[in-house]
C-alpha cells in the first residue's frame, strides 16, 4: 500500500511540474503578444495570470484530497513524513524559482 501511494505521489508531482511548465509556456507568450488596438500585452488583459489560476487549483484539489484520504494513507504519510516533506517542498522550489523568474523577465525588462 505505501509503495503504491508514494509512486502515486511521485508520478502526480511529475504531472503538476509538466503542466505548471507548459503553463509557464503560455505565460511567456502572453507576456509577449500584444493587442492590436490597445497595445496592452495580452497578459495585461487578464484578471489573473494563468499560473496563479494554476497553483490555485492545484492548491484547492490538493486540500480536498487530504480531506478525504482513508485512514492506511494517512497513516503512511505520518510514518514517512520527511518524504512528504521534500516532495511538497521540492514542488514548492520549482515554483518559487519559476515565478521569481517571471516576475524578473516581466517587470523588470518594462522597467529598462
Not at 33 to 55: G, H
Not at 69 to 80: F, G, P, Y
Request: proline letters at 2%; aromatic letters at 8%; hydrophobic letters at 40%.
Amino acid at each position: 500500500m505505501a509503495s503504491n501511494l508514494w509512486t502515486s505521489l511521485d508520478k502526480w508531482s511529475n504531472n503538476i511540474t509538466t503542466q505548471y511548465n507548459q503553463i509557464h509556456v503560455l505565460h511567456r507568450t502572453l507576456v509577449r503578444r500584444r493587442d492590436a488596438s490597445s497595445q496592452k500585452t495580452l497578459l495585461e488583459e487578464c484578471n489573473v495570470t494563468p499560473i496563479q489560476t494554476y497553483v490555485s487549483a492545484i492548491s484547492t484539489a490538493l486540500q480536498q484530497e487530504l480531506r478525504n484520504i482513508n485512514s492506511s494513507a494517512k497513516q503512511a504519510l505520518n510514518m514517512e513524513y520527511p518524504k512528504a516533506l521534500r516532495l511538497v517542498v521540492s514542488l514548492w522550489n520549482h515554483f518559487s524559482s519559476e515565478f521569481w523568474g517571471i516576475v524578473r523577465r516581466t517587470y523588470c525588462q518594462r522597467a529598462v
